[in-house]
């Protein structure tokens, strides 16, 4: 199976930072990955597919970029409602595997 | 509207069996790929398997092969995933998911969640 590994685990960010999480696949992925947010007690939410497109609904303020093995989920300017734990998934080949997530706090 | 409605929270004892359910709504369900995802407690998502409504073709995760069961009834528009035995290591959140055909067959879609405690 391929190993997603996220960076970081967890970090604290203001309200108005840019910031960005970094996923990377243990054998090449082409574009196929996506990025989820997870609230507490809540399903998590498709932001982003093919590593970069925006699903429908989401703000702008979050982009995906990368292709290969290396991936990164951008949050242009941090608003409270963004505070959560994302994953990235790949979808390249089953079994389909997340990342172990990252802990987006307030600080 | 596209809606994934699971069933309610279960509590089981070990050995015991259990089938939980998604329906599906909202959307033709034979024709979209339905996949469960489990999430043990205060930890990330694990992908379980999926299965095509319209012919039940499945596919699972090794880690889960020959634990569980995913089915479905299109009659019905619902999915399952079912213990034989449940053990306390199977007490966890399940969540099901539809695969977008226009989302690049990722899971756009996200039920809210079934809970599983197994317990003695």
């Known amino acids: 199976a391929i190993r997603m590994t996220q960076s970081p685990s967890s970090f604290s960010a203001s309200t108005g930072d840019r910031v960005t999480i970094t996923c990377r696949a243990s054998q090449g992925i082409s574009s196929y990955l996506a990025w989820y947010q997870q609230k507490p007690g809540k399903a998590p939410k498709l932001l982003i597919y093919?590593?970069?497109t925006l699903q429908s609904g989401v703000p702008s303020r979050f982009s995906g970029s990368g292709s290969g093995t290396d991936f990164t989920l951008t949050i242009s300017s941090l608003q409270s409602e963004d505070f959560a734990t994302y994953y990235c998934q790949q979808y390249y080949s089953y079994p389909r595997t997340f990342g172990q997530g990252t802990k987006l706090e307030i600080k | 509207e596209v809606q994934l409605v699971q069933s309610g929270a279960e509590v089981k004892k070990p050995g015991e069996s259990l089938k939980i359910s998604c329906k599906g709504s909202?959307?033709?369900?034979?024709?979209?790929?339905i996949g469960w995802v489990r999430q043990m407690p205060g930890k990330g998502l694990e992908w379980m398997g999926i299965i095509y409504p319209g012919d039940s073709d499945t596919r699972y995760s090794p880690s889960f092969q020959g634990q569980v069961t995913i089915s479905a009834d299109k009659s019905i528009n619902t999915a399952y995933l079912q213990w034989s035995s449940l053990k306390a290591s199977d007490t966890a959140m399940y969540y099901c998911a539809r695969l977008g055909v226009n989302t690049a067959m990722v899971e756009d879609y996200w039920g809210q969640g079934t809970l599983v405690t197994v317990s003695s």
């Open positions: 909202g959307y033709r369900f034979t024709s979209y790929w």
């Open positions: 093919a590593a970069s």
